[in-house]
């Protein structure tokens, strides 16, 4: 059965602390590893789809890498405003299309 | 090009009334998710349709649920005489295709709120 484990489940930071989110799955043939934000109240927004080990995608402060059992969204000087909540799912080949989301890991980033 | 619409955006219901919930793709998107997100729970798969078709109902639960994407018209998910257990934030999700490597994209939920 597909899983998707993430940790920390909550992160707090300074302005201008970087760190890294962590996104472990098992999934059978992984068709594709993505990362959303979403903030209270609203829907998720997409940010990244990586599809192979050792891809890597970046967004002003976000960057996403991929390895075959983990997935880290590494946030490099954090603003106030990248406070959120930040989720990881996966697609994998034996399923039709629907994502698999892991629990999230709030942040929250202090002035 | 206007996002995912759902509406309404906050339904209210009591025990054993019937709720329907209302999603409009992405324009040029022809492939609709439904998931639950329950009060500290993370999001849930539920359903997957198609044009006219149900893809994947797997993550429905056996009664109460149905949905359905007509030709014309947004994708409905209904769930008849609701209970409490069914306060949730009900998202829906579009891609353009069919492979499953399109990005999916999410709308800004209905919370259905049972009394």
């Known amino acids: 059965e597909d899983q998707v484990t993430q940790s920390p489940e909550a992160l707090r930071l300074q302005e201008g602390e970087s760190s890294s989110l962590n996104c472990s799955y098992t999934v059978s043939g992984l068709r594709g590893l993505f990362w959303y934000r979403q903030d209270p109240g609203k829907g998720p927004e997409f940010l990244f789809t990586?599809?192979?080990a050792g891809e890597e995608k970046e967004k002003e402060r976000l960057k996403a890498t991929l390895t075959k059992k983990e997935s880290f969204l590494h946030i490099t000087a954090p603003k106030p405003e990248d406070s959120a909540t930040y989720l990881c799912a996966v697609h994998g080949s034996s399923n039709t299309g629907k994502l698999i989301f892991g629990q999230g890991t709030t942040l929250q980033v202090k002035p | 090009n206007a996002g995912v619409m759902q509406n309404p955006r906050h339904l209210v219901r009591r025990r054993g009334q019937e709720a329907r919930l209302r999603c409009s793709p992405m324009?040029?998107?022809?492939?609709v998710y439904w998931y639950r997100q329950l009060p500290e729970e993370g999001l849930k798969f539920m359903v997957y349709?198609?044009?006219?078709?149900?893809?994947?109902e797997s993550g429905m639960p056996k009664e109460r649920f149905s949905a359905e994407f007509p030709k014309e018209g947004p994708s409905i998910l209904r769930i008849q005489q609701v209970v409490r257990g069914d306060s949730a934030a009900y998202f829906c999700?579009?891609?353009?295709?069919?492979?499953?490597?399109?990005?999916?994209?999410f709308g800004p939920g209905t919370r259905l709120t049972v009394l």
């Open positions: 349709l198609q044009k006219e078709n149900i893809i994947d």
């Open positions: 990586l599809y192979s």
């Open positions: 999700a579009s891609s353009p295709g069919s492979s499953g490597y399109n990005e999916q994209f």
């Open positions: 324009k040029g998107h022809s492939h």
